[in-house]
């Protein structure tokens, strides 16, 4: 039932920007936290950031703070995910997720960040 398919990933210049985005459906997303989570090419799973309560409170991992912006269009169910000033550490497939604090019930397949040249 619950269904994330995430986008805009490719490759991009270090120093580049680049807008990730999650189509969500089949749960209330409104009142659903959810995160971004990122895995590089033979590492294991990383927080990167999480969007939750009334408020729509954020959190950043801190390798991405000040450059990376989590925000959500409740009215189109879309989770984004703004990244600036893209480093080749960043290389990752990023990953849409519902829930937060490190409870995560459920992923989306990924996109792929290339981050090169």
């Known amino acids: 039932e619950v269904q994330l398919v995430e986008s805009g990933g490719g490759l991009v210049q270090p120093g580049g920007s680049l807008m990730l985005s999650c189509a969500a459906s089949?749960?209330?997303?409104?009142?659903?936290?959810m995160s971004w989570v990122r895995q590089a090419p033979g590492k294991g799973l990383e927080w990167v950031s999480s969007i939750y309560g009334y408020i729509r409170n954020t959190n950043y991992a801190g390798s991405v703070k000040g450059r990376f912006t989590i925000s959500t269009d409740n009215a189109k169910n879309t989770l984004y995910l703004q990244m600036s000033s893209l480093r080749a550490e960043d290389t990752a497939v990023y990953y849409c997720?519902?829930?937060?604090?490190?409870?995560?019930?459920?992923w989306g397949q990924g996109t792929q960040v290339t981050v090169s040249s």
């Open positions: 997720a519902k829930g937060g604090n490190s409870r995560f019930e459920s």
């Open positions: 089949g749960f209330s997303f409104s009142s659903s936290a």
